[in-house]
């Protein structure tokens, strides 16, 4: 893109930004272009996402060390954050950090690293991972955030199913699944999130803590959680009642089958009668 190409221009000349495209944390690795980390995979500018990729992003790579030169990686970091924030909408708050000679900006979408070239590679993977593993969990928040109205619209068949809502059950079915399928995902990236400090801790180990911390994940976890229990119980509840009340329209069916049945056995059998 030329206006990142013009970007790099102010940075210095082994300063890259790269195209990846997200790959989802439970999936293999997607072979798409070269392979950058198991949670990302560099892609052409030309290049369309895979189908099952979470997203993209791009990230700003700055081999400089900040310790040799304070204000020049003052200038820069401006330049970063100006250049992460041009993609920025309300939603996408843009997190800063300095730590042990590594000055970072990180947003959903685009990622800046300024750091020695040697601690580049391990700071770039851990970053994709954390970003894929946040991509994820927004996606979950976004999907049950959707999926309320139905939910309310669909709580009053948790305590009485009849033939005018039966046309539903095929709707409930899905939406069940649905949220089944919500908790499996979150479930999946649960072990990432509540991953006890690495010890002995790392650089990159100590960045996707203080990240976790900030993004308040856990907690966002905790509450995806309590929610979805709430969506199980009610779906549970309404499923049941569907087939307690179509076992129950079967029984009755079968019940006035064998009533007319043995109806008509009496009727043949006063006939007979009377006509002997």
Request: charged content about 20%.
């Amino acid at each position: 893109m030329p206006s990142e190409n013009n970007a790099l221009l102010q940075f210095p000349k082994d300063s890259t930004v790269s195209r990846i495209g997200l790959v989802p944390p439970h999936t293999n690795h997607l072979q798409v272009g070269k392979g950058d980390s198991p949670f990302g995979t560099v892609l052409e500018e030309q290049a369309t996402l895979p189908q099952n990729a979470l997203g993209e992003v791009r990230v700003l790579a700055i081999p400089f060390d900040t310790l040799s030169n304070s204000d020049q990686a003052s200038h820069y970091f401006q330049m970063m954050n100006q250049w992460v924030a041009d993609v920025h909408s309300s939603d996408m708050v843009a997190q800063p950090m300095t730590f042990q000679g590594v000055q970072l900006i990180w947003s959903p979408t685009r990622i800046a690293i300024m750091a020695s070239a040697e601690r580049l590679p391990a700071i770039r993977a851990t970053l994709l991972e954390f970003t894929a593993y946040e991509t994820e969990l927004r996606q979950l928040e976004n999907q049950l955030q959707t999926a309320w109205p139905d939910l309310e619209a669909d709580a009053a068949l948790a305590f009485e199913f009849g033939a005018k809502t039966m046309r539903k059950k095929e709707t409930l079915r899905k939406r069940f699944l649905e949220t089944m399928l919500l908790s499996a995902k979150l479930a999946r990236i649960g072990p990432y999130i509540y991953a006890p400090h690495f010890y002995p801790p790392t650089l990159a180990s100590q960045l996707s803590e203080r990240l976790r911390d900030r993004l308040r994940q856990m907690h966002r976890h905790e509450f995806l959680c309590d929610q979805l229990e709430v969506f199980e119980s009610i779906y549970e509840q309404a499923g049941q009642r569907a087939s307690d009340y179509a076992h129950t329209r079967t029984g009755n069916i079968l019940e006035c089958i064998i009533i007319i049945l043995l109806v008509a056995q009496l009727m043949l059998g006063l006939m007979e009668v009377l006509t002997k």
